[in-house]
């Protein structure tokens, strides 16, 4: 069965330093690929896609992706966080085949120092 | 509405009861997505519906669960026999079509005691 691992269960970072979280999935089809975001008190919402074309791509609020088949991950950068992105970050992942079908993985929380 | 609504926001009730879970998504949207949140993980999914259809419903964890959509607009999420472990947040989206943006509802606290 398909699966989405976050191996990053809690990251601690100072402003302005730089982010990397990774997202790896076990599914070897065309994939279309995701991060969503949910900041404090917030519902979940997207962050950036990816479907195909360019395998860097670039979300809002400075974040960007790059999907790398041969590794089958999806990891999500930013080269200076700020305060404000403190959330809890879900990468999640479709099959091509049947799009409807979104696995999330376990989230890693994000909690940015001032 | 502007937003994907769900009600309730909470809901606390005993072992063995019979719970229901009301989805209305933002007006347009034929895509709609029910996925249940536990403590620590990610949204799993359950079921979802293209229209009225429930178009892939393999997540649904047994059949004490159920889903429809009579409509294809709101949809409600069924649980017969309610125990401990479905505690959770239930989490409903919707798009604007299939494997696209979902938009998430605030979601539903379900406490079985």
């Known amino acids: 069965a398909q699966s989405v691992s976050q191996h990053n269960h809690h990251v601690i970072l100072s402003e302005a330093a730089s982010l990397e979280l990774g997202c790896n999935y076990s599914y070897g089809g065309t994939v279309n690929l995701f991060w969503y975001v949910q900041y404090p008190g917030q519902h979940l919402q997207l962050l950036l896609k990816y479907f195909s074309g360019d395998p860097l791509v670039k979300g809002i609020k400075g974040f960007e992706a790059e999907f790398i088949k041969s590794k089958f991950s999806f990891n999500l950068r930013k080269p200076s966080v700020q305060w404000s992105d403190t959330a809890e970050y879900f990468c999640a992942v479709n099959e091509a085949s049947n799009t409807g079908k979104l696995i999330f993985g376990q989230g890693t929380t994000l909690q940015v120092k001032p | 509405g502007a937003g994907v609504s769900q009600t309730p926001s909470n809901k606390v009730t005993e072992k063995g009861k019979y719970v229901e879970l009301r989805c209305d998504p933002i007006s347009g949207h034929t895509a709609l997505y029910w996925y249940r949140q536990s403590l620590g993980q990610g949204p799993e999914f359950l079921i979802y519906f293209q229209g009225t259809g429930a178009a892939d419903d393999s997540g649904l964890p047994n059949d004490r669960f159920f889903a429809v959509r009579p409509e294809g607009s709101v949809s409600t999420l069924k649980i017969q026999r309610t125990e401990r472990g479905d505690s959770a947040v239930y989490l409903c989206?919707?798009?604007?079509?299939?494997?696209?943006?979902?938009?998430f509802g605030e979601g539903s606290r379900l406490t079985v005691l």
């Open positions: 989206a919707s798009s604007s079509q299939e494997g696209g943006e979902l938009f």
